[in-house]
C-alpha cells in the first residue's frame, strides 16, 4: 500500500495567516500531544506515522511550498513539486509516474490518495488500512472514505450509497452530489448519504489506465516537462465520478477540514494567542496575533481578529469566510514565509524612482540547517546579525560569523550561510530586476551538503 498525501491551497480562507506559500496545512494553532502547538500536516503525519503508515507516503504540493513541508515534516517522506498548480487529476497523475517509474510500486499495489489537511481521530488512520481488502473483497475499480453526516451541511459534497452498510463493511457507490443546499442535504442523509472527504484508493494499474486513457505518459521526469499543458481537472470529476464499480467506506469519527476561522477557532490553544487581551465582555471572540504590537479587543463580541505581516482581519465569525472573494483580485507579495531552514519576515518592500527594488527582511536560522549556495545577477546583498553564530561561504571560500558582523555580497557573487547556532539577521536586497526572481542556483561548496534547489528564494 501506498499514500499519495495533496498539500497545496490559495491561502485566502484564513488570511492573513495564510498565503500563497503558507496555506493552512501549515499554521501551527493546534494543540500536540506534548503541550506545544503543531500544523494540520503535522498532525496528520504524526497520526499516520503512529499507525505504522507514514514510511509508505509522499507528498505532492506546489513548488513554492516544497521548503515549508520540509520544514514542517523533516527529510524522511518524498516531496512531489509540482511546476505548475494543475488540479487534482493531473498532481495525482505526477504521484502516480513517480510510484511507477521512481519508487518502483507494483501495479497490483493499493495507493491511497488523500488531504493533508484533514482533521481526523485514530480510527480513521485504521479505516486507511481496511481499504486494500474492500477493494480486493468487491472487486471494485475504486473504493471512497465517507464521513457519517453529523448535520446537513451545504459546505460538502455527498457519496450517496446503493443501498445500506453491512456492520462494519461497505456499500456500493450510487451517486455523488457536490455541496447541496441544506434541504437535500437532509434528504441525502435520510439515504444514508456520507460526507465526501476526499480519500480513495485504488490499483496503481488503475491510476495509469485513466492516464493512459488521456494519452498521458507514466514517465515523471517527461510528465514534468510537459507539465504546462496537462489537464487542469479535478480526480473527482476526471476519474472518481466516471468509475463505474466503485465502494464506499463509511467514517462514524470525527472529520473536519477546518477550512475557515469560523471552524478553526474551536480547536485553538486559547481565545487569545499572541500579544493583546480580550476583554470579558467580547464573548466568543478569538484573537490570533503574529505581530510584534499587541491588539487589545474591547467590547466586541463573536469576532475574529487576526493579525501578521500579511495584513490584519476584523471579521464576525460567521462571516469571515468573505475575505476569499474580497483577495480574488490578486496575491499579493507573501510578507513571512517558513523556509526549511528557518523563516523569512520582510519588514519593508520599497521602489525607487528608477524602479529599483529594495527588500528588508528580518531572517531567522535554526542550528545547523544553511541556504543553498546561490548568486544574484543585479542585486546587493547586505547582512547584520543581530544574534548567534554561523558561518557563510563567499565565492567558494568559508567564513565565520557572529553577532554584530556586516557582510555585503556584491553582484555575481556565489554566496550561502549557514547557522551554527540559532541565528538572527537583518538582510536588505536591493536590485534593478524585482528581488525574488534574481537568483542563480550554484553547485555545493566543500563541505556543506546543500541540494541544488528550483523552488524557494533561497
Known amino acids: 500500500m501506498r499514500i499519495v498525501l495533496l498539500s497545496g491551497g490559495s491561502g485566502k480562507r484564513l488570511w492573513p495567516l495564510s498565503n500563497e506559500v503558507r496555506s493552512k496545512a501549515f499554521l501551527k494553532l493546534l494543540r500536540s500531544p506534548d503541550g506545544g502547538m503543531e500544523s494540520m500536516i503535522q498532525r496528520i503525519c504524526r497520526g499516520l506515522e503512529q499507525a505504522g503508515l507514514l514510511g509508505r507516503c509522499c507528498i505532492v504540493t506546489h513548488h513554492s511550498q516544497v521548503e515549508i513541508t520540509r520544514h514542517h515534516i523533516g527529510g524522511d517522506i518524498p516531496v512531489l513539486g509540482e511546476p505548475q498548480k494543475r488540479g487534482t487529476f493531473t498532481a495525482i497523475a505526477l504521484a502516480a509516474a513517480y510510484l511507477h517509474s521512481v519508487a518502483g510500486a507494483e501495479l497490483d499495489e ?4 488523500m488531504p493533508v489537511d484533514s482533521f481526523v481521530e485514530p480510527s480513521f488512520f485504521e479505516l486507511l488500512q481496511r481499504m486494500p481488502a474492500a477493494l ?12 457519517v453526516p453529523r448535520f446537513p451541511s451545504d459546505a460538502f459534497g455527498y457519496i450517496v450509497p446503493k443501498s445500506g452498510y453491512p456492520a462494519g463493511s461497505y456499500a456500493e457507490v450510487g451517486s455523488f452530489v457536490e455541496k447541496p443546499d441544506k434541504a437535500n442535504a437532509e434528504i441525502l442523509i435520510s439515504q444514508g448519504a456520507l460526507w465526501n472527504c476526499g480519500v480513495f484508493a485504488c490499483s496503481l494499474r488503475y491510476l495509469l489506465s485513466c492516464m493512459a486513457d488521456r494519452g498521458i505518459q507514466p514517465l515523471y521526469k ?6 504546462d499543458s496537462m489537464p487542469q481537472e479535478s480526480f473527482d470529476r476526471e476519474v472518481a465520478e466516471q468509475t463505474q464499480r466503485a465502494v464506499v467506506l463509511p467514517y462514524d469519527g470525527m472529520w473536519n477540514d477546518l477550512g475557515n476561522w469560523n471552524e478553526l477557532t474551536r480547536y485553538l490553544l486559547s481565545r487569545s494567542l499572541g500579544k493583546g487581551k480580550i476583554s470579558e465582555d467580547s464573548a466568543g471572540t478569538h484573537l490570533v496575533n503574529e505581530l510584534a504590537i499587541p491588539i487589545h479587543v474591547v467590547g466586541a463580541p463573536g469576532l475574529i481578529v487576526a493579525a501578521s505581516l500579511d495584513g490584519i482581519l476584523v471579521a464576525g465569525k460567521s462571516a469571515a469566510s468573505r475575505i476569499k472573494s474580497e483577495l480574488e483580485a490578486g496575491a499579493s507579495f507573501p510578507m513571512y514565509e517558513e523556509k526549511r531552514w528557518g523563516s523569512i519576515s520582510i519588514l ?15 531572517i531567522r536560522m535554526l542550528p545547523g540547517k544553511h541556504t543553498s549556495y546561490h548568486r544574484h545577477r543585479s542585486v ?5 546579525i543581530i544574534s548567534g553564530s554561523g558561518e557563510y561561504a563567499l565565492d567558494g571560500k568559508i567564513h565565520s560569523l557572529s553577532e554584530g558582523d556586516s557582510i555585503i555580497i556584491p553582484p555575481g557573487i556565489p554566496h ?4 551554527l547556532t540559532l541565528l538572527e539577521f537583518i538582510q536588505v536586497e536591493s536590485g534593478a530586476t524585482p528581488v525574488k ?21 533561497k
Do not use: Q
Open 416 to 419: 550561502g550561510i549557514k547557522a
Open 380 to 384: 546587493i546583498e547586505a547582512w547584520t
Open 222 to 227: 517527461g510528465l514534468l516537462n510537459r507539465y
Open 136 to 147: 480486493a473483497d468487491s472487486g471494485a475499480d475504486m473504493a471512497l472514505l465517507g464521513t
Open 437 to 457: 526572481e534574481d537568483i542563480v542556483r550554484m553547485p555545493p561548496v566543500l563541505g556543506w551538503n546543500i541540494p541544488d534547489k528550483k523552488d524557494g528564494r
Open 110 to 113: 493499493t495507493v491511497i490518495v
Open 348 to 362: 519593508d518592500i520599497s521602489r525607487s524612482d528608477g524602479d529599483r527594488e529594495t527588500v528588508i527582511s528580518k
